[in-house]
């Protein structure tokens, strides 16, 4: 029963999917992955998650825990960024808030707030107080507040905008958590700061020594007062790195549309610009039982090497000849491409045993 119940479920939500299914959460979403298996499990009757009415699941508020809510979150963990930016800060009394919303209003980037999983209370922050929790924290570095959410994935994004308040002339220890358990590596990185009078170059080599960062470019501090000229014209005296676009190759074949991502060769770039021009559809003739080859209308660069070819891998034969593999074999060629989300098995059967004509188009995401 419960596995006939699991796929009503499933079969749901791709029905809801394919429909285009939209609705937006009222309020604020407060959930993990966890919670979607949790509710799942909870549906199912599983009496190890016997939800008490608290949790934030009830997304499209109807007033009922089902295969739409589990739709939605699904939905919203796996949201692709709409920037390249994202706007990361902690604010416990709204100073730095004030700036970040300044930040994503000029730069249009994203948003991720950083809250504790214990919350600051005002006693917390009372700094004349040695044995408040913020001085606590501070005079001990190796400390480690938990954040009650991190983000899902900072991929897709290539500027990190990190905004805190200076305690006691650095970051906040919360700072640090997040710094170490997320990947920051291939990031430009761009600290912002509220603060009384303290300035920001501290915490900068504080997080400067705390992980591997990309490009960790000069901050800046801001009063409370900062107003909206004051930190556009500092956004505008920064160069930013330009949104990469990932340009791809879709392939139409017996009804289907596969998806190719193109190799790092001259042969790849010069397709793609004939690409750009007009879609390219091409006859391809059975060759060997693991390959279709067809004749391109013009020659390509060739930097031909041996290539043990795998299914999946699209290649140029002696500068005028397009390859689509589905087997394996072993020659000199020159990478053009390579197909994905696709096993050998699908490719065999999509392709079939004769000839077959297959469209060429660019998909630039």
């Given at each position: 029963?419960?596995?006939?119940?699991?796929?009503?479920?499933?079969?749901?939500?791709?029905?809801?999917?394919?429909?285009?299914?939209?609705?937006?959460?009222?309020?604020?979403?407060?959930?993990?992955?966890?919670?979607?298996?949790?509710?799942?499990?909870?549906?199912?009757?599983?009496?190890?998650?016997?939800?008490?009415?608290?949790?934030?699941?009830?997304?499209?508020?109807?007033?009922?825990?089902?295969?739409?809510?589990?739709?939605?979150?699904?939905?919203?963990?796996?949201?692709?960024?709409?920037?390249?930016?994202?706007?990361?800060?902690?604010?416990?009394?709204?100073?730095?808030?004030?700036?970040?919303?300044?930040?994503?209003?000029?730069?249009?980037?994203?948003?991720?707030?950083?809250?504790?999983?214990?919350?600051?209370?005002?006693?917390?922050?009372?700094?004349?107080?040695?044995?408040?929790?913020?001085?606590?924290?501070?005079?001990?570095?190796?400390?480690?507040?938990?954040?009650?959410?991190?983000?899902?994935?900072?991929?897709?994004?290539?500027?990190?905008?990190?905004?805190?308040?200076?305690?006691?002339?650095?970051?906040?220890?919360?700072?640090?958590?997040?710094?170490?358990?997320?990947?920051?590596?291939?990031?430009?990185?761009?600290?912002?700061?509220?603060?009384?009078?303290?300035?920001?170059?501290?915490?900068?080599?504080?997080?400067?020594?705390?992980?591997?960062?990309?490009?960790?470019?000069a901050g800046k501090r801001f009063a409370a007062s900062?107003?909206?000229?004051?930190?556009?014209?500092?956004?505008?005296?920064?160069?930013?790195?330009?949104?990469?676009?990932?340009?791809?190759?879709?392939?139409?074949?017996?009804?289907?549309?596969?998806?190719?991502?193109p190799a790092d060769t001259e042969a790849a770039a010069?397709?793609?610009?004939?690409?750009?021009?007009?879609?390219?559809?091409?006859?391809?003739?059975?060759?060997?039982?693991?390959?279709?080859?067809?004749?391109?209308?013009?020659?390509?660069?060739?930097?031909?090497?041996?290539?043990?070819?795998?299914?999946?891998?699209?290649?140029?034969?002696?500068?005028?000849?397009?390859?689509?593999?589905?087997?394996?074999?072993?020659?000199?060629?020159?990478?053009?491409?390579?197909?994905?989300?696709?096993?050998?098995?699908?490719?065999?059967?999509?392709?079939?045993?004769?000839?077959?004509?297959?469209?060429?188009?660019?998909?630039?995401?």
């Amino acid at each position: 029963m419960k596995r006939f119940l699991a796929i009503l479920c499933a079969a749901a939500v791709c029905i809801l999917l394919a429909l285009g299914f939209r609705v937006r959460a009222a309020g604020k979403s407060d959930y993990s992955k966890q919670d979607v298996q949790k509710l799942l499990r909870f549906l199912l009757g599983d009496p190890a998650d016997d939800l008490t009415g608290e949790e934030l699941y009830d997304l499209n508020t109807d007033g009922t825990w089902n295969a739409t809510d589990i739709t939605l979150m699904k939905q919203e963990l796996h949201t692709v960024p709409q920037s390249n930016m994202l706007v990361v800060y902690f604010s416990r009394t709204g100073n730095t808030e004030k700036i970040a919303e300044e930040i994503i209003r000029s730069t249009g980037a994203d948003r991720f707030v950083i809250e504790a999983a214990q919350p600051y209370s005002d006693a917390d922050i009372r700094y004349q107080d040695d044995t408040c929790r913020a001085n606590l924290e501070q005079n001990d570095k190796s400390v480690r507040p938990e954040i009650a959410q991190m983000p899902a994935s900072l991929d897709g994004y290539d500027v990190i905008w990190l905004g805190y308040p200076i305690w006691w002339g650095e970051e906040p220890r919360i700072i640090d958590t997040f710094l170490e358990n997320v990947d920051l590596s291939e990031k430009t990185v761009i600290p912002f700061c509220t603060s009384g009078s303290s300035g920001i170059s501290t915490s900068e080599r504080n997080i400067r020594a705390l992980v591997p960062i990309g490009d960790l470019r000069a901050g800046k501090r801001f009063a409370a007062s900062a107003s909206a000229a004051d930190i556009q014209t500092w956004i505008d005296g920064m160069e930013l790195p330009v949104k990469k676009t990932e340009t791809k190759i879709q392939i139409s074949v017996n009804g289907q549309t596969l998806t190719a991502v193109p190799a790092d060769t001259e042969a790849a770039a010069a397709l793609a610009e004939k690409l750009r021009t007009e879609p390219l559809t091409l006859k391809l003739d059975e060759y060997g039982g693991f390959e279709k080859v067809g004749k391109l209308p013009w020659a390509l660069p060739r930097s031909d090497s041996q290539i043990s070819a795998q299914a999946g891998d699209i290649l140029l034969y002696q500068g005028n000849q397009m390859t689509i593999f589905y087997g394996e074999n072993a020659w000199s060629y020159t990478r053009l491409a390579r197909l994905e989300n696709i096993t050998q098995a699908e490719l065999a059967a999509l392709f079939g045993s004769g000839d077959v004509t297959v469209t060429l188009s660019l998909d630039a995401e």
